[in-house]
T-cell receptor, first 116, second 111 residues
Framework: NAGVMQNPRHLVRRRGQEARLRCSPMKGHSHVYWYRQLPEEGLKFMVYLQKENIIDESGMPKERFSAEFPKEGPSILRIQQVVRGDSAAYFC??????????????FGSGTRLTVV | GNSVTQMEGPVTLSEEAFLTINCTYTATGYPSLFWYVQYPGEGLQLLLKATKADDKGSNKGFEATYRKETTSFHLEKGSVQVSDSAVYFCAQHTGRRALTFGSGTRLQVQP
């Protein structure tokens, strides 16, 4: 049973380009969370999705950032017109269908985005 | 709002030393509490958790007790190893089900 798979592991983009980060949750998990980790900081919640629905996007920047979790395929975090301040590690976590808060979350290894 | 505060690192210890990493939280209600560990270049792994007051989470020699009276969840280990070198994150679960993390504490264990 593979864990949470994120790709790419490393992504370099020039300012103004688009970045697409993918997350495949654990088999059977239908809840996905995206977090951002700036250098030397903790993880900050961005968005919580279930299949085909955004449940909570209170941590997402209002512009340039979007997320989806389609019925088929991985969850995608999309950053348009990247700027240097977007450079960070982006982590995805999935949770089992019951969504119980007590179960904790399974994290992927992250995508490290560098904007040059 | 809800928050988690951890002691700043890095914490540098010799092998077999005793480890304490302090963590306190603020929350409405009674959150579940977690410790995660992040090894270099990897994602976070759940180390231990506690879901109610006075619960003790334990794993791999690490322990933490949920103290409601002091709103704390300090991480301890009696004898650290070089392989424990990593960044440790304290976290709480908020009502919206997303985790709120502390800023992390880097532990460096020297042989």
């Amino acid at each position: 049973n593979a864990g949470v798979m994120q790709n790419p592991r490393h992504l370099v983009r020039r300012r103004g380009q688009e970045a697409r980060l993918r997350c495949s949750p654990m088999k059977g998990h239908s809840h996905v969370y995206w977090y951002r980790q700036l250098p030397e900081e903790g993880l900050k919640f961005m968005v919580y999705l279930q299949k085909e629905n955004i449940i909570d996007e209170s941590g997402m920047p209002k512009e340039r950032f979007s997320a989806e979790f389609p019925k088929e395929g991985p969850s995608i975090l999309r950053i348009q017109q990247v700027v240097r301040g977007d450079s960070a590690a982006y982590f995805c976590a999935s949770q089992d269908p019951t969504g119980s808060a007590n179960y904790g979350y399974t994290f992927g290894s992250g995508t490290r985005l560098t904007v040059v | 709002g809800n928050s988690v505060t951890q002691m700043e690192g890095p914490v540098t210890l010799s092998e077999e030393a005793f480890l304490t990493i302090n963590c306190t939280y603020t929350a409405t209600g009674y959150p579940s509490l977690f410790w995660y560990v992040q090894y270099p270049g990897e994602g976070l792994q759940l180390l231990l958790k506690a879901t109610k007051a006075d619960d003790k989470g334990s794993n791999k020699g690490f322990e933490a007790t949920y103290r409601k009276e002091t709103t704390s969840f300090h991480l301890e280990k009696g004898s650290v190893q070089v392989s424990d070198s990593a960044v440790y994150f304290c976290a709480q679960h908020t009502g919206r089900r997303a985790l709120t993390f502390g800023s992390g504490t880097r532990l460096q264990v020297q042989p």
